[in-house]
């Protein structure tokens, strides 16, 4: 194994000084600041995209009651103005 072996009893850091580890710690970080950063960005676009949609079905699903209340309002107005 030589010098740098794993199991060796004298290694402060006890064999996590391997080059597997080092690649795997890459790409690890790599996945954590890059990739899981922009799918956390494209997850809360999505979420905002249909929740602005699903407001404005909101605001055209009212349109019909804002306008009989203006119709009323409208007539009540004429009748006062009586």
């Known amino acids: 194994w030589g010098w740098n072996r794993p199991v060796t009893n004298f290694d402060p ?4 000084n391997n080059a597997f580890g080092d690649l795997l710690l890459n790409f690890v970080m790599g996945t954590m600041f890059l990739v899981l950063p922009a799918f956390w960005m494209t997850a809360l676009g999505w979420a905002g995209f249909q929740a602005g949609a699903i407001t404005q079905a909101l605001v055209n ?3 019909d009651a804002q306008t009989a209340g203006g119709k009323g309002g409208a007539s009540l107005m004429n009748v006062a103005k009586k």
Request: net charge positive.
């Open 61 to 63: 699903g009212s349109k």
């Open 13 to 16: 850091v006890m064999g996590l």
